[in-house]
């Protein structure tokens, strides 16, 4: 039995958590640079406060309802989410994370005759412990626990959080509730293409006489996915394994047009990307840079630059990744100035794991870099908040608009929350 675990409105409910005044009160967060709203809370859906909405569209309407705003702290959100995945991990060793809000659990192996008493015990030990409201559906397979979450989460006030689907009649009873929009894995042109066969819901995703024109459209990710959703489990946890490439791409609170500006930023970007590629152990061999001017601007006009070299060696080294994420930020610059940048970004890809680092003949990185890299991660792991710094840095590792930032509670010593007793 598979349980997909859903933290309700995550980034708004880690808000409330430490702020509990705003309980049952609207609610919205908004992205970087206090771009879009990427969480409501309950009572703002209520009010019919959009998704992804331009916070500047409906400033007058989060005015009006009195609705609480808040600027994207992720240092808190996932700081909450790794608290939370370790809660999961003392009900079953089989945890996969999903994402920052979700998880797959398989209880494999495990004698539990009570599934939907056993995710009330997991919801109250999460609430509990972290104030953080969750949905759980339970189910043979991952898939169907999709279905099975997204039912408990429709249906609170009948289904307490927790929905099990544990028999035949309630898989096709789910799945006949469950538009095909809603399926796991059916985006919004495989939906439109659905639909113009006449397929709406998850049953008849599943019908016998849809299965050739699934495997011929979806080949055989749809055919596994046709498997979940008869109940066949197809799909296992999945370990955690080292990324294939990594990218941190980031909007400036302004346009800049000013090379220095836009190498300040490049090389930030480069530098945590050289951290993540030691934090995992490995190496990369290719780094690309990516410029983006307005999306505003004409429709026909190209926004996106990019440019990429390739490195006689893998390296982890900050210095060198920086030097050449530089390199190509002039060539670029050169090419598009008199451009007015929204957006840049750093892309490390080629990965190898640094025990594999084959060593070149002709031409290698400076042995020293190895331990001036191995220092600065065990200063800034230890001080926090990246202090040591390359001298083209600012002070500020993500130069954001944040107006609205709430105190990072659970990862800086002088933000922690002060709790007055008389």
Avoid at 197 to 214: C, G, Q, R, V
Avoid at 225 to 244: F, H, T, W
Wanted: aromatic share 8%; with cysteine.
């Amino acid at each position: 039995m598979y349980a997909l675990v859903d933290c309700n409105n995550f980034y708004a409910s880690c808000e409330r958590v430490f702020q509990p005044q705003y309980n049952g009160k609207p609610v919205v967060v908004l992205s970087n640079n206090d771009g879009c709203i990427i969480s409501r809370s309950d009572e703002a859906k209520a009010l019919g406060v959009p998704m992804a909405a331009p916070e500047f569209k409906v400033r007058e309407m989060l005015r009006q309802n009195n609705i609480k705003v808040f600027s994207s702290n992720y240092a808190l959100y996932g700081d909450m989410s790794r608290r939370a995945m370790n809660v999961l991990n003392k009900f079953t060793p089989y945890v996969e994370v999903y994402s920052i809000d979700e998880a797959f659990l398989n209880f494999e192996g495990m004698n539990i005759s009570d599934y939907d008493g056993y995710g009330k015990q997991i919801k109250n030990t999460l609430l509990k412990g972290l104030s953080l409201p969750v949905c759980i559906g339970f189910a043979p397979t991952k898939a169907l626990s999709k279905v099975a979450n997204k039912i408990a989460r429709k249906y609170p006030e009948r289904t307490n959080g927790v929905y099990v689907i544990d028999t035949e009649e309630k898989r096709v009873k789910a799945l006949r509730w469950t538009k095909i929009e809603d399926v796991w894995g059916i985006g919004y042109r495989m939906k439109k293409k659905m639909k113009a066969k006449n397929i709406l819901t998850a049953y008849d995703f599943t019908e016998p006489f849809h299965e050739s024109w699934i495997k011929k459209e979806m080949g055989v990710i749809g055919l596994r996915l046709r498997k979940e959703l008869l109940g066949e489990s197809v799909l296992g946890i999945e370990e955690p394994g080292n990324k294939k490439s990594i990218a941190i791409t980031r909007s400036f609170p302004k346009q800049l047009t000013d090379f220095d500006a836009l190498r300040e930023r490049v090389s930030t970007f480069a530098s945590v990307c050289a951290e993540k590629l030691r934090l995992q152990n490995s190496c990369c061999h290719t780094v690309v840079v990516m410029l983006a001017t307005s999306e505003h601007k004409t429709p026909t006009t190209k926004h996106y630059y990019h440019n990429a070299v390739t490195l006689p060696f893998g390296t982890d080294s900050t210095l060198t990744i920086n030097q050449a994420a530089i390199r190509i930020l002039e060539k670029l610059y050169e090419e598009h100035k008199g451009e007015r940048f929204q957006k840049a970004g750093v892309i490390v890809t080629q990965l190898i794991n640094t025990n594999e680092k084959q060593l070149h003949l002709f031409e290698e990185e400076n042995p020293k870099h190895h331990q001036l890299m191995k220092a600065i991660d065990k200063i800034n792991t230890k001080i926090g908040d990246r202090k040591v710094k390359l001298g083209s840095q600012d002070s500020k590792t993500w130069n954001m608009k944040q107006n609205m930032l709430s105190p990072k509670y659970t990862t800086r010593l002088d933000q922690i929350l002060v709790v007055k007793c008389h």
